[in-house]
């Protein structure tokens, strides 16, 4: 399967250090990006089904690197169907989990913690809304369990350790010894961090989190209620954790972050999630509206969506969120809507809009001609052969 898009106005990398592309021509063959240039690359494959992007912006597709799911596309959290679908006209073309704690009747013994991971992790891997990439089956730590149940879940193909806290483990002591098993064979670890959100968890301080040492520090901007600014210093400047922050969280406790890393040079520790559905909801744009916000906080609207899509990636090791050969296609496109002061998408963003999200692509396939949720552009991308 080949694809070409042409005529692209601005082309954002999702590499934070390199996050802008001077090119406007992408070729995709066999679900990967395979050359991405100017006028050549389009006259290297006449023929080819081609996308004519009008002048819009084309990124990597974002990845929400902090989502609750459940079983399929519903959330008894919220009693609402069909929002990870919504999530994705968002422009989401990855979501993580980072623990499915609404499931009804969660087993919260080693054997049902792991054969739930297992079971969910495969569920979503066999079908998911759109086609789009849902990681979950993330496990919930549980007292008890062992190195030999990480083995097994490895071969099963489940990589993920859900909010540490969200189970029966919840102190470094616990954690730190399973953490380190985790990794050994290949997980990434998600680390509630913060105050409480949900009867069961638990406080967790910049100590915790550091002595524990996970993957990611999560929503150290409150899921909802945040640890101090002097807390979420700490796990910045004494350790390499990554850093999220949630548009369910503190807003002025994100505000403080971005500054921090900004000041320090650390722009590529920030990743982006979601922390839906809990009991703010769930917000089908919040990644772009993370993107915005971001921006308005000083980060550069294509370095904020760096944080969106190839920082995630490379936290936890996914060949996605960035625009280069080799990587998988997936990929969306973004112009100012209707009534922006911005010209383009990255303009509006620095304004504040939340742009409009039209053709968006995963593996090379079109799965999205036009966002429902967001609000139109003043230009449509069109196929033309």
Not at 104 to 120: E, M, S, V
Not at 327 to 349: F, N, Q, R
Request: net charge negative; with cysteine.
């Amino acid at each position: 399967m080949e694809l070409l898009i042409t005529n692209i106005g601005k082309l954002v990398s999702g590499d934070i250090n390199n996050p802008l592309l001077d090119a406007d021509t992408i070729y995709i063959k066999d679900g990967k990006f395979a050359e991405i240039g100017k006028k050549e690359v389009a006259d290297a494959h006449p023929g080819v089904q081609t996308l004519d992007a009008k002048g819009v912006t084309v990124a990597p597709g974002l990845i929400d690197s902090h989502c609750h799911p459940c079983a399929g596309d519903y959330t008894f959290r919220q009693k609402a169907a069909d929002f990870l679908e919504s999530e994705i006209h968002g422009g989401c073309t990855t979501l993580i989990s980072a623990g499915e704690p609404h499931f009804p009747g969660r087993p919260t013994d080693p054997a049902g913690a792991k054969a739930q991971a297992i079971f969910l992790s495969k569920s979503f891997r066999n079908k998911s809304p759109l086609g789009a990439k849902v990681h979950g089956g993330a496990l919930i730590l549980e007292k008890g369990l062992t190195e030999k149940d990480f083995e097994e879940m490895e071969k099963e193909g489940v990589w993920l350790v859900g909010e540490i806290g969200l189970g029966s483990v919840k102190s470094p002591d616990d954690a730190a010894p399973l953490v380190e098993i985790a990794k050994r064979h290949g997980f990434k670890v998600h680390m509630h961090t913060g105050g409480t959100s949900i009867p069961g968890s638990s406080t967790v301080t910049a100590d915790d989190v550091i002595r524990t040492n996970p993957t990611v520090a999560s929503h150290c901007n409150g899921g909802p209620t945040a640890v101090s600014v002097k807390e979420v210093d700490r796990i910045i400047s004494e350790s390499d954790i990554a850093v999220e922050i949630v548009q369910c969280g503190n807003y002025r406790v994100a505000k403080h972050i971005y500054e921090r890393v900004l000041e320090l040079g650390k722009e590529d520790r920030i990743i982006f999630g979601n922390d839906a559905p809990s009991g703010t909801g769930f917000v089908s744009l919040g990644i772009l509206r993370n993107v915005c916000y971001a921006s308005l906080c000083g980060v550069v609207p294509e370095k904020a969506l760096a944080m969106a899509s190839g920082n995630t990636a490379r936290t936890f090791g996914l060949n996605t969120g960035i625009i280069a050969v080799g990587k998988e296609a997936d990929l969306i496109c973004l112009d100012a809507p209707m009534g922006s002061v911005g010209s383009d998408a990255l303009e509006a963003i620095d304004a504040g809009d939340i742009p409009a999200v039209t053709y968006i692509i995963v593996d090379g396939k079109v799965i999205v001609t036009k966002s429902r949720n967001t609000p139109p552009g003043n230009r449509m991308p069109e196929f033309v052969q």
